[in-house]
């Protein structure tokens, strides 16, 4: 059974920086694809970063391009994101998200595997 968990959530000033970790297992984690994705109250869930199974190529929302950095350890099964310079409207519950593929996937749907999701709050 395929299994995500996120960790590195809290409370945190605009500007300031977290580090968010999602520990995968029940799975070849080197044959999956990763990505982050957030909620805010009253919006639909929407992309953040993704990743490829080997790390090689990575993708961003221009919302968080430049100040979010994605990487992934496989020989840990984790993926993590870097998130510095924090804005009030980053404020979400972030997920991690994993798919079988190849490929670079930077769409909610195309994921099968979901984690419980860590609360990130940036107050201003």
């Known amino acids: 059974q395929v299994q995500l968990a996120e960790s590195g959530g809290g409370l945190v000033q605009a500007g300031g920086s977290l580090r968010l970790s999602c520990a995968a297992s029940?799975?070849?984690?080197?044959?999956?694809?990763m990505g982050w994705f957030r909620q805010a109250p009253g919006k639909e869930r929407e992309f953040v970063a993704s990743?490829?199974?080997?790390?090689?190529?990575?993708a961003y929302s221009d919302s968080v391009k430049g100040r979010f950095t994605i990487s992934r350890d496989n020989a840990k099964n984790m993926v993590y994101l870097e998130m510095n310079s924090l804005k009030p409207e980053d404020t979400a519950v972030y997920y991690c998200?994993?798919?079988?593929?190849?490929?670079?996937?930077?769409?909610?749907?195309?994921?099968?595997?979901w984690g419980q999701g860590t609360q990130v709050t940036v107050s201003s």
């Open positions: 998200a994993a798919r079988m593929s190849f490929a670079l996937i930077a769409t909610a749907v195309n994921y099968n595997t």
């Open positions: 029940g799975l070849t984690f080197g044959n999956y694809a």
């Open positions: 990743i490829t199974r080997s790390g090689g190529t990575t």
